[in-house]
């Protein structure tokens, strides 16, 4: 059994595979950067007594992290608790794909395992949308090169800049709205949210699709994908766990790469 771990800035979210590939179970927990070795643990720990599996039964693990700080405390939590030496998402690990960035170091190690789960899964040009703590779109060319992307405010982050800035406009529930015009402040806010994303995401889309001057296959994924897929016109496919899918990949990857040069 295989232990993947996605650390985001909002959210960490835990899965575990069988020998055969199977995503037996998933979790999502809050991000907490103050959260001791022993604490992240015991959570962990506990889910898996919930789902009956004995910490035994793990014998691999992957981390992938882009709040620095939490890398080092879930490294020791899996030598500590699961006694393994987990693969780290950094610079060096083998991911099977070009990074045709200025500075290869520069890209989250999220949109990297992201490109290679679509890739694998499609084997053509792919762009991931990914709806995280902030929006993202990658872009991968039908030879499996990461390309680049696009880094915008993700959906929350300007929620709560409304909210914060914005003497009068209240905190709100994100749910699709009956009617494009709003008829009060909060239909306004969830009008322009719902759609003003939606819209975004297919500009940007079209705008990639222009510039390289082909029709990639667009998948999106990060825990508000479907609720903004329903009025995207661009994405055509919704993977939640995309991420865990490509953590696996790159697992076996560096796993093979391991043994080949013991």
């Not at 494009?180 to 402040?185: A, C, F, M, R």
């Not at 994303?197 to 667009?218: N, R």
Request: positive net charge.
């Amino acid at each position: 059994m295989i232990i993947v771990i996605d650390i985001g800035n909002t959210n960490t979210v835990i899965g575990l595979y069988d020998n055969d590939d199977n995503l037996l179970t998933h979790w999502r927990v809050e991000t907490v950067e103050n959260k001791t070795v022993d604490e992240y643990g015991i959570l962990i720990y506990q889910f898996l007594l919930y789902k009956n599996i004995k910490k035994d039964e793990i014998k691999g693990a992957i981390i992938s992290c882009v709040v620095p700080p939490l890398l080092p405390i879930f490294y020791l939590l899996c030598k500590k608790y699961f006694n393994i030496k987990p693969i780290l998402v950094e610079p060096g690990i083998k991911t099977g794909m070009p990074i045709m960035y200025d500075n290869p170091a520069e890209v989250g190690a999220d949109r990297i395992v992201n490109a290679v789960a679509a890739y694998e899964q499609y084997k053509k040009g792919i762009i991931v949308v990914d709806f995280g703590t902030a929006t993202t779109f990658d872009y991968i060319t039908p030879n499996g090169e990461y390309k680049g992307g696009i880094i915008v405010p993700g959906i929350l982050i300007s929620l709560d800049a409304l909210f914060h800035h914005a003497a009068k406009l209240p905190r709100i529930e994100l749910i699709k709205p009956k009617r494009v015009i709003g008829k009060s402040t909060i239909q306004a806010m969830q009008s322009g949210i719902y759609y003003g994303y939606a819209g975004m995401v297919d500009a940007i889309v079209e705008k990639i699709k222009s510039e390289i001057q082909e029709k990639p296959f667009v998948i999106a994924t990060g825990g508000l994908a479907h609720f903004i897929a329903a009025a995207s016109k661009t994405i055509e496919k919704v993977d939640e766990n995309l991420t865990l899918k490509g953590l696996l990949i790159l697992y076996k990857k560096n796993v093979k790469y391991q043994k080949i040069h013991l």
